[in-house]
């Protein structure tokens, strides 16, 4: 089976060449999709280097930055595999992790992946472990999951599973909105211990708080719309920046 990996990338020139070539190496049958989310340091100009490489590697860029969510949308359209990883450009997570997060799907064990941060033992500063067992709990609570990880970068779907979801995130979004739309579809969600090598702020992290509250707000929105507003129908169209879309919203019936 062929693996698609989206990456999506905003400011990252200290770390793209390095996350290019790890995900290079790995050795499975794949294509590299990246999406330029408007970035306005070197990136572009590294992306467009890296793409002369070798044909694997496909770029979209972005005139503006417009979130995360919507670079990962962007690169779903694009996918010929029939599985896909979302591959974060900030080397927190190792691409040598995927041939151990394909397995429960080839296995037939599972139609989704998530790789856990701390499925075996915390990793990561407190904060951040603290907004991940919150959010992860209230995942658990209101999808009747029994995740570690909710937040975790490392998702692997067979790809049949990821482009039968509406998805409608256009940033940091697209962890809670995706884990809650799956659940409700009734799909079989595995996770596998990885390692973790996390950044700071200072760094180029670029989760704030108000993320997690964002997070919150969309675990309840989606466990209250119906099935159907969940699910692409076969006749929709690739979705694109500055389409027009019905958002949907509903309240939970009374």
Known sequence: MKLSVIIPVYNEESTIRDVLTKVRAVTLDKEIIIVDDGSTDRTAEILKDEQQKDDITIVYNSLINIGKGAAVRIGIEQITGELAIIQDADLELDPNEYVKLIQPILAGEADVVYGSR????????FKQIVANTVLTWLTNL????????????????????????????????????????????????????????????????????????????????????????????????????????SRGDSDCKK
């Open 142 to 245: 209101l999808y009747r999951t029994r995740l570690t990880d909710m937040e975790t970068a490392y998702k692997v779907f067979r790809t049949e599973v990821l482009k039968s979801v509406k998805l409608r995130c256009i940033g940091f979004e697209f962890e809670p909105e995706i884990t809650a739309k799956i659940s409700r579809l009734g799909y079989h969600i595995v996770e596998i211990p990885i390692a973790y090598h996390p950044r700071t702020t200072e760094q180029g992290k670029k989760i704030r708080w108000w993320d997690g509250v964002l997070a919150i707000y969309y675990l309840v929105k989606y466990r209250c719309q119906p099935i159907d507003a969940l699910t692409r129908k076969a006749t929709s169209h690739a979705w694109r920046p500055g389409a027009s879309e």
């Open 118 to 125: 701390f499925k075996e033992h915390w990793q990561g500063a």
